[in-house]
């Protein structure tokens, strides 16, 4: 084989092995790029609470990225004061209305923040008790302050949001509300 052929023929296995090496990398892009970006506006007084919700979802669900905006948001927080605290069972879209006397109980900002996010994101209320099912909303106490969503709740949405923009088929959850004295954080219905 002549120096040639041998340069030629080399030169054509290492472009070989560059395409194959960089594909890869553009799959890693392209999966990336199937997160939904979900707006968040408002919150008024519990406006600072937001970024910390939207981190929360943002570190536990992959398939989203939340993003807080000045403008008019995919989710809308606002505040009352009586009527309890409650949102739209949406998609990545709908109303947050925080009730500030609710709040004021002793309930934890936060946890009321990242809890209607859940519904924001699809989720339904669970009224458990447990304070480490995020959904449990206000039947976990006036001493929970758990703002994480447990395994299967993420995971839940995680896969809601499996298809990127595209709406997952409607289906029920798993996340079944009951009838308890906690109806403050009942639902708005869509």
């Not at 084989?1 to 594909?23: D, F, N, Y």
């Not at 939207?54 to 004061?81: A, E, K």
């Not at 109980?105 to 480490?132: A, F, K, Q, W």
């Not at 995020?134 to 896969?159: D, F, H, I, K, T």
Request: proline share 3%.
């Amino acid at each position: 084989m002549s120096l040639r052929k041998l340069v030629a023929t080399m030169a054509g296995v290492a472009a070989l092995a560059l395409t194959v090496v960089a594909a890869p990398a553009a799959s890693a892009e392209s999966s990336a790029a199937l997160a939904r970006t979900i707006t968040v506006s408002g919150g008024g007084e519990y406006a600072g609470y937001v970024p910390q919700a939207i981190q929360v979802w943002n570190s536990r669900v992959p398939n989203i990225r939340m993003v807080q905006t000045s403008g008019s948001g995919n989710i809308r927080i606002s505040v009352t004061s009586g009527g309890g605290s409650r949102a739209t069972i949406g998609h990545g879209s709908g109303q947050i209305i925080l009730d500030r006397l609710q709040i004021n109980e002793g309930y934890s900002p936060l946890r009321v923040i990242t809890h209607e996010m859940g519904h924001s994101l699809g989720l339904r209320d669970n009224y458990n008790g447990d304070c480490n099912i995020l959904m449990s909303g206000g039947s976990a106490g006036y001493s929970c302050r758990n703002v994480y969503p447990s395994a299967g709740e993420a995971n839940w949405v995680n896969q809601s949001f499996a298809n990127g923009r595209a709406a997952k088929s409607t289906e029920s959850t798993e996340w079944v509300v009951e009838p308890t004295s906690y109806d403050h954080l009942a639902v708005l219905a869509s």
